[in-house]
């Protein structure tokens, strides 16, 4: 059943003046206590597996309900469950990618040095067999 077009225009406005003024909510705070748009999303989706008939809960019972949600066989959780999870500061991760890289590419000459004395050594054998 469609509703009639003035509750969809209220609804509709009523949707603009929410993000509004959460947007101006959000130019009201301060760098630390906004939230990224991962966050956001995350929360997002927290909320959208909620059991309907828990919207009247308090703060503890939310937790709980947050915490068996989670629990359920989240895949993020999963993958990320038996892994030692550290933050690394952006230092630290440039110099272990740069090592990796040094790495790779000595491997790769090394390949290619061996590529070329195997060759050498190739044509050697050719010129003694004639």
């Not at 991962?38 to 997002?44: D, T």
């Not at 809960?57 to 937790?63: I, K, P, R, T, W």
């Not at 359920?72 to 952006?90: F, G, I, S, W």
């Amino acid at each position: 059943k469609i509703p009639p077009e003035n509750e969809i225009f209220q609804l509709r406005d009523a949707e603009r003046q929410r993000k509004k003024s959460d947007r101006e909510q959000q130019r009201a705070l301060r760098v630390h206590e906004k939230t990224t748009y991962a966050h956001q999303m995350r929360a997002r989706t927290l909320k959208a597996r909620q059991p309907f008939g828990d919207a009247d809960l308090d703060g503890a019972a939310l937790e709980d309900t947050k915490d068996q949600i989670i629990g359920q066989d989240d895949p993020l959780q999963l993958a990320t469950r038996d892994r030692n999870v550290e933050k690394e500061d952006l230092a630290s991760f440039v110099a272990k990618k740069r090592e990796m890289f040094l790495v790779q590419y000595s491997l790769g000459v090394k390949r290619d040095e061996m590529r070329k004395l195997e060759e050498i050594a190739q044509a050697e054998e050719r010129k003694l067999e004639k």
